[in-house]
């Protein structure tokens, strides 16, 4: 539990502010800030985009009688590309990016699927099923 919270409040932040410095040395201040306003405009439009999809398909599935859980893992995702395009900086807009994107949104669901099976065979995670 200790590092993926130090990774979020530590090490992003670091991260975000080294690019933000490389980039607005090399393209100045006011470049930079405006790049960062699109980049969040143009995320936030994607998200919306992808939702409504993503939202139509778990009308038609949950219409037909199908699960819809796989649709909702990717609102889930979804929603946190959203808030990673609204939080300022090139890191999480570029991870918010490819949480957007089908292709590595799947990559990233197979590896969190293995992680979260890996942990639920060892005993950290208890899954009560009913």
């Given at each position: 539990?200790?590092?993926?919270l130090?990774?979020i409040?530590?090490?992003?932040p670091i991260?975000?502010i080294?690019?933000?410095?490389?980039v607005?040395?090399?393209?100045?201040?006011?470049?930079?800030?405006?790049?960062?306003?699109?980049?969040?405009?143009?995320?936030?439009?994607?998200v919306?985009?992808?939702?409504?999809g993503?939202m139509?398909?778990?009308?038609?599935?949950?219409n037909?009688g199908?699960?819809p859980?796989e649709?909702?893992?990717?609102?889930?995702?979804?929603?946190?590309?959203?808030?990673?395009f609204?939080v300022?900086?090139?890191?999480?807009?570029?991870?918010?990016?490819?949480?957007?994107?089908?292709?590595?949104?799947?990559?990233?669901?197979?590896?969190?699927?293995?992680?979260?099976?890996?942990?639920?065979?060892?005993?950290?995670?208890?899954?009560?099923?009913?």
């Amino acid at each position: 539990m200790f590092f993926p919270l130090f990774f979020i409040f530590i090490i992003v932040p670091i991260i975000e502010i080294s690019l933000l410095i490389e980039v607005g040395s090399r393209i100045g201040t006011a470049n930079t800030i405006v790049v960062l306003l699109l980049t969040a405009l143009i995320g936030i439009y994607m998200v919306k985009l992808v939702g409504l999809g993503v939202m139509r398909r778990m009308q038609q599935n949950m219409n037909e009688g199908v699960s819809p859980a796989e649709e909702m893992v990717n609102g889930m995702m979804l929603l946190i590309a959203g808030v990673l395009f609204i939080v300022p900086g090139f890191f999480t807009d570029t991870i918010g990016l490819l949480m957007v994107i089908p292709f590595s949104r799947n990559l990233i669901k197979k590896i969190a699927r293995r992680m979260i099976d890996k942990k639920v065979s060892s005993g950290v995670i208890y899954i009560n099923r009913l």
